[in-house]
Every structure is written in C-alpha cells, then in structure tokens.
C-alpha cells in the first residue's frame, strides 16, 4: 500500500487547480506513466463520480486506488491525497497566516496554477482524441462546453450528463471492446457493498437527529449532510456549507477559509477542516478531523457501491453507448473548466501565457515526468513574480 500512498501523496503535495486539474493529473500520473489503468477504466471512473454526491475527483483517486489495491488501497489513495491539504488548512485556522504573503511563496503558486493549465490542456487534448471520435460525440462535447460556460450551474451540468447518456443509448450504442482492458476489475465484495449502503442511509438519517447529541456528533451530522448533497465537488459546496452552517462561523473566517482553500493543492473539500477547527476552537484539531472525515465519507461508501454495479453493466452495448455519450460530454465539461476557473484564475499576462504554451510544448515533445514540471513552474512563477 505504500507506493499508493506516496504517489498519493506526491500528487496531494501537487495538485493545485482545482478538481478539473485533479482529473488531469491523475491521468497524466496513472494512466501514462505508471499505465495502472488504461483510458477507458479511467474514464468510467470519470463518469461515475459524475453521477455521484461528493468531490468528484478525490472519488476517482479512490476509485484508483481500490482499481490497485482494494479498500486498503483505496484508503491509502485518499489518506496521501488529502493529507497535505488537511494539515495547511489546519494549521491556517490556528496560526497566522502571515507567510502567505511572501513573495516568493506566492510566485511558487502562481506558477503551480500556470502549469495545471498545461496539465488540464493535455487532458482536453488526449481525452477528445480518445472520446469523441464520432461526430454526435463531438456535437455533444461542443454543446457541453458552450452551455457550461453560458449556464455555469449545478443543474447545468446534471442536464447535460442526462441529456447526454439519453443521447448515447440512442445514438451510440456500441459492442463492448473487449480488448479495450483486459484487467478484471476489482469489485467490493457484495457484504462489503451491502454494509456500505446500509452505512450511508443511516448515517444520512441520523444527521438529522444528531445535533442535540454533543457538539461532536453535531458538527459529524452537519458536514456529512453536505457531502451527501453536493454533486461536482469542488466549489459547488460552497453555498451548501456556507447555509449549513448559519452563524456557527463569523462571514468573515468563512471567506478568509475559503480563500485559503483555493491557495492550497489537493481537494477542495478540505475547506472542512479549516472550519472545523473553526467551531471547535477549545479542541481544533479534533474539530478539524471530524469535519474532513464527515465531508469526504457519503461520496466513498457510495463509490463502493458504485464501482461493483457499474462494473457489471458497463459492457453491455447500451451502457456502453451511455458512457460513450457521457464521456464525450465530460470532455466537454473539462473543456469549459480549462477555461474556468483554470486559465481564467492562473494565465493574468502575455508572459503567463508564453509560460503555458513553452511548459504544454516541453509537455507534448519531451514528456517529462510530473515532479519536473512542478519544479520547473514554481521557479518559473518565482521569476515572473520578481
């Protein structure tokens, strides 16, 4: 489980940007490097987290890591992945956070956001080629595109992966390719799934009985809540957590946690552990804990349960058709968040620019591996700041 971890954990240390960058890192990490999965698994790993509560892409580093190593493989995966997030953000809510604004630390982070454009591009780029070869395909994946970056909302994105999988069992039924990965998929035993459902539905039920338990199992209630309810991951929990929590926090620390949020790499989901340790401040750490785990929780027992059905009906040729339709319009979903926040919040000048185009070049020509790359753009942001 180590080398899961530690992958993991490179990636958490890395992985600035956003979940659309997240999703291009793993792919880049798992699927051409180390080739643990091949497109088409990591796609329907994509897919699924689509249609699932939760941070979609901690989910598919989840799905990664049981695809290698099973539950403990799984957890290994999320434990390396979050952890560095989960320790700034906690250490951000209890001391100062004067070193933000040093130069140099803020030159290392434009230049990791620069190059998680390049890393997104890649992405867009391989995943078209890979997923819209067909011309409803296609179509589907330009739709997708315009109407996120027109209608940039939760229930724009929910419309046009249904709209989409319609369109795939109609249009783009297919044999299943049995060549396409000839690696059985590791499925959770059926107690395993059973327990994991059964899990979530009476937690879910609980929450809602929970606050008048002890402050603990109050604040374990309140973010499990939100994490059963958010679809996208990602800045999409922002308003449900922000109306979750009332005035538990002041509006103030709330935005000031946010902002932090986005400064920092790995999951944005770890925005919880900023304001746990908020609302448990004779206790932080704890708070902190509770809040991360509750969060995180609802979208990985319902990935368990998950991975076992899609798994066992994926081949069939209309499924297949369906992820072939919702795989054209995830590239495009990709595609509108290339865009935002990626490029938008990172590429502020001609030279960010030139940075991006020469890093995609290095990129496409020499095919470093990704630790050379992190360091190449944090010098690169270093000088551009100075």
């Known amino acids: ?54 941070p979609a892409s901690s989910q598919v580093g989840f799905a990664i890591g049981y695809h290698r190593g099973g539950l403990a493989g799984a957890l290994a995966a999320f434990a390396g992945f979050t952890l560095p997030s989960f320790i700034l953000m906690y250490l951000l809510a209890v001391t100062t956070a004067a070193w933000l604004g040093h130069q140099y630390m803020q030159g290392i982070v434009h230049g990791l956001k620069l190059l998680a454009v390049v890393v997104v591009a890649d992405a867009v ?8 070869q067909r011309h409803i395909a296609r179509v589907l994946m330009l739709a997708s595109a315009a109407a996120m970056l027109i209608f940039p909302f939760l229930w724009t994105q929910v419309a046009l992966l249904i709209v989409a999988a319609i369109l795939g069992v109609c249009c783009l039924s297919i044999a299943h390719d049995a060549t396409a990965d000839n690696t059985p998929p590791r499925l959770a035993p059926i107690q395993l799934n059973y327990l994991s459902l059964g899990l979530f539905i009476g937690l879910f039920v609980a929450s809602f009985f929970a606050l008048h338990l002890g402050k603990e199992a109050g604040l374990f209630a309140e973010f499990f809540r939100v994490g059963s309810l958010v679809f996208g991951g990602g800045h999409v929990v ?62 990985f027992l319902l990935m368990l349960v998950g991975l076992r059905s899609w798994h066992a009906i994926a081949a069939r040729p209309k499924i297949a058709g369906m992820l072939a339709g919702v795989n054209a319009s995830v590239v495009g979903l990709l595609a509108a968040a290339l865009y935002q926040p990626v490029f938008s919040q990172g ?27 992190v360091v190449g753009f944090g010098i690169s942001g270093i000088v551009v700041g100075l």
């Open 347 to 373: 590429v502020l000048s001609a030279v960010d620019m030139a940075i991006v185009l020469l890093g995609f070049g290095v990129l496409k020509l020499f095919k470093p591996p990704i630790l050379v790359l």
């Open 238 to 299: 922002l308003p449900l957590l922000e109306t979750a929590l009332g005035d538990a926090i002041s509006g103030d620390r709330f935005l000031t946690g946010y902002a932090f949020a986005q400064a920092v790499p790995g999951p944005m989901f770890t925005f919880a552990s900023f304001l746990g340790a908020e609302m448990m401040l004779d206790n932080p750490f704890i708070g902190a804990a509770i809040a991360t785990v509750a969060i995180f929780l609802p979208g």
């Open 125 to 132: 780029l391989t995943m078209f080629k890979q997923f819209c």
């Open 1 to 54: 489980m180590l080398p899961i971890f530690l992958r993991f954990l490179l990636l958490g240390l890395t992985s600035f940007g956003g979940p659309a960058a997240h999703l291009g890192y793993f792919r880049h990490t798992f699927v051409n490097e180390l080739g643990w999965l091949d497109d088409k698994r990591y796609a329907s790993f994509v897919a699924l987290s689509q249609f699932m509560p939760g």
